[in-house]
Nanobody, 126 residues
Framework: QVYLVESGGGLVQAGDSLRLTCTTSGGTFASYAMGWFRQGSGKEREFVAAIGWSGKSTNYADSAKGRFTISRDNAQNMLYLEMNSLKPEDTAVYYC???????????????????WGQGTQVTVSS
């Protein structure tokens, strides 16, 4: 059982940057594919980015390509999401998630993930 805790969210202005962190414990971090999802108010949860166990394979939603970077540090059991050029439409609760069955993969559907954090709020003002 892996436990996930997100941090790094906050209130920023359009064009600013934020770095989200997902701290993990209770499992072998390198055994999981990891992902970031977000859910805006009144919206469905949507995929943002995913990374395979080695960090070499990544996958991004179109909305994140060129602005967001997902990375991981297996030695520190940490997952990151670097977000640049933030827009008001990026406002959402951001969740990290872990997928155990195919750690080499970069899944983009929420049902593929086994474990979730509690989320961190990101608010981007215009």
């Amino acid at each position: 059982q892996v436990y996930l805790v997100e941090s790094g969210g906050g209130l920023v202005q359009a064009g600013d940057s934020l770095r989200l962190t997902c701290t993990t414990s209770g499992g072998t971090f390198a055994s999981y594919a990891m992902g970031w999802f977000r859910q805006g108010s009144g919206k469905e949860r949507e995929f943002v980015a995913a990374i395979g166990w080695s960090g070499k394979s990544t996958n991004y939603a179109d909305s994140a390509k060129g602005r967001f970077t997902i990375s991981r540090d297996n030695a520190q059991n940490m997952l990151y999401l670097e977000m640049n050029s933030l827009k008001p439409e990026d406002t959402a609760v951001y969740y990290c998630a872990a997928e155990r069955d195919r750690p080499w993969d970069t899944p983009s559907f929420s049902y593929e993930y086994d474990h979730w954090g509690q989320g961190t709020q990101v608010t981007v003002s215009s």
